[in-house]
């Protein structure tokens, strides 16, 4: 919509008075926020009513609206489904969102087949299967299925069963199943068995080698795993693995004690923490400035199956309450398993309205509940510990990152004496004995590499292993094209863009119209002076600093106005420079590396002229060699699919040329 011709006064009094969500435009048209309301001519007027109670942020974002559109629904909990499922859509930049978007994993036994199976799902549906879940960690999913189909030689196959497939031979036929995959008595193919029969982890049911109740025991025994019963499990395998100690099957025994312990394992990991035996999740947060975490216990059964922390955007002035209530909506709109009660730690608004949403997505009654004391009020605490435990976990890491990079920079500001340096571009010249000469160029910017910047060089002019000569190369042509790319634009007549807007310069002229604010080079004086010579022939000014290494080939100090300044090697600047260097010199190593490999796959007929990849590769057809091809008449050569009279002729002429320059 043009925004110009958006009357926001005249608007607001054809609001109506009926429930709906609201949705506020910038004058780009972006979508910034997203709310609902009960009565929308209320809610919305008051964002432009003169007030000392809005928030900073809420003021923010009314100064950019520049025009709103509304959607009337039927009900407030329409409103609220709406709400959601547009926020979830364009992320607006007001809103409060949840950063995550993870699905989660599940175990699922298909106890609606004849044979059923277990494996990781991540949808649950309305079939006749079991589910079990969620978990947090796709990997510990993956490993309680391997010990269920370990210990119960569960089928891992996706065979489907009818009433002919499913029968139990004799033990005849059992030989010979094993021998040749077909029944004697029946004539019938049924395929050999799968490894999994042969290592005796898979009760083979598709040769018909068990019954349905059979396997139905072991599946029965998958399921009271899952359910938490270990105990008979636990109480089995050790008498198994005694007897078979006591009868000296030492190996056997092994194996045995291995899947105790892995059982005991899963055992330990779930906590008894309820005595109701109800499914419940424990939302908790912690926060501190703008940094959000919130906390989310799963109880499945009464147990603790997993826990997972996820991050709050966009929270800066926004109440706790708000806060919540904006997970509970954007996280529960993904997962497909509800639980019957959900615990927070404070009341939010529309928490009953959020209840009967929730329901309506179980398909029966969920809670929401707000526990002021017990073991309910417990739990919330201790969701809280755990929150502010990786919320603190956060804050170090976010430190140390900085002292990585913005300190790292700063100190090397200060070793410098240079102001201002963000952006850093270094260079790197590989080759062997001159061969296929590459460039590199890495960029760093606040001390953390910027990969879409990295740029290769193939070495055109220079011959042999002239590192001076290819740096200079590679440099005159990097910054000549930026100077290329600001010209033409300027000529164009691009609106002026200024220099410290670093994105709007690079989207309105080009990349390498980016010029750095420090450049490195590989190397010490020899190379620092190459890059002065160039920089001074196309009229540029740019600190430039030498990366000067030791006989080890290992980072020993900066070259910088002609003197070797010393790094202490705990210093955060030291660590900074190595990784750009090795970073330099890695990047140039692995486009060489790759113009070696394709040097290796080039074949002398590419030299031809008009055979193309599709008659090189129908020549090797062909002919069982370049021999042959090279002794091939026009006549045999247009035999070839794809090949003409103009193809054929170009490879002998080309094959004789080069008879004759061999001989000459």
Sequence with gaps: MNSALFDIEEELKKLPARPGVYIMHDEDDNIIYVGKAVILKNRVRSYFRESTNKTLKIRNMVSKIAWFEYVVTDSELEALVLENNLIKENQPKYNTLLKDDKTYPYIKVTTGED??????????????????????????????????????????????????????????????????????????????????????????????????????????????????????????????????????????????????????????????????????????????????????????????????????????????????????????????????????????????????????????????TVPIKGKKEKLVELAEKNAEIILRQDIEKVKRNK???????????????????????????????????????????????????????????????DDYGSMNEVLTRRFEHGLDEISRKDEEGSAAVSKDDEDARAAAYGKFSRFPDLILMDGGRGQVNIAKKVLENLGLSIPVCGMVKDDNHRTRGLYYNNTEIPISRSSEAFKLITRVQDEAHRFAIEFHRSLRSKGQVHSILDDIEGIGEKRRRALMKSFTSIDEIRNADVDRLMEVPSMDRKAAESVVTFFKSRTENDNG
Aim: glycine share 6%; aromatic share 8%.
């Design 115 to 368: 044979y059923p199976r277990i494996f990781l799902t991540r949808k649950v549906r309305k079939d006749n299967a079991k589910y079990y879940g969620p978990y947090t960690s796709a990997g510990s999913v993956r490993d309680t299925i391997e010990l269920l189909c370990k210990l119960y030689k569960i089928r891992t196959c996706n065979h489907r069963y009818t009433e002919e497939d499913v029968y139990v031979p004799s033990q005849v036929s059992h030989e010979i199943h094993d021998k040749t995959g077909s029944d004697t008595e029946t004539g019938k193919d049924t395929g050999r068995a799968c490894l999994y029969y042969h290592i005796n982890q898979c009760l083979a049911p598709c040769l018909g080698l068990v019954s349905r109740e059979e396997y139905r025991k072991s599946i029965q025994g998958a399921l009271d795993f899952l359910n938490g019963n270990y105990k008979p499990l636990i109480n089995e395998l050790t008498q198994r693995m005694n007897e078979q100690a006591e009868a000296l099957e030492f190996e056997e025994a092994a194996i045995t004690r291995d899947l105790l312990e892995s059982v005991r394992a899963v055992a330990q990991k779930q906590k008894i923490t309820d005595t109701g035996g109800e499914d419940k999740d424990i939302v908790a947060m912690a926060r501190e400035g703008d940094s959000v975490i919130i906390q989310v216990f799963f109880i499945r059964d009464g147990k603790i199956i997993g826990r997972e922390h996820y991050y709050m955007k966009h929270t800066e002035q926004t109440e706790n309450e708000e806060i919540i209530r904006n997970f509970v909506m954007q996280f529960y709109a993904g997962t497909p398993y509800i639980p019957k009660e959900l615990i927070i730690p404070v009341e939010t608004e529309d928490m009953e309205l959020c209840a009967d949403w929730l329901s309506e997505k179980r398909g029966s009654r969920v809670r929401i």
């Design 403 to 465: 002292a990585k990079t913005e300190g790292a920079m700063q100190e090397l500001m200060e070793l410098l004496d240079l102001e201002g340096i963000s952006r850093m571009e270094a260079y790197d010249i590989s080759n062997i004995s001159g061969y296929d000469s590459v460039g590199s160029m890495v960029v760093y910017e606040d001390g953390r590499p910027k990969k879409n910047d990295y740029r290769k060089f193939k070495i055109k002019t220079v011959e042999g292993p």
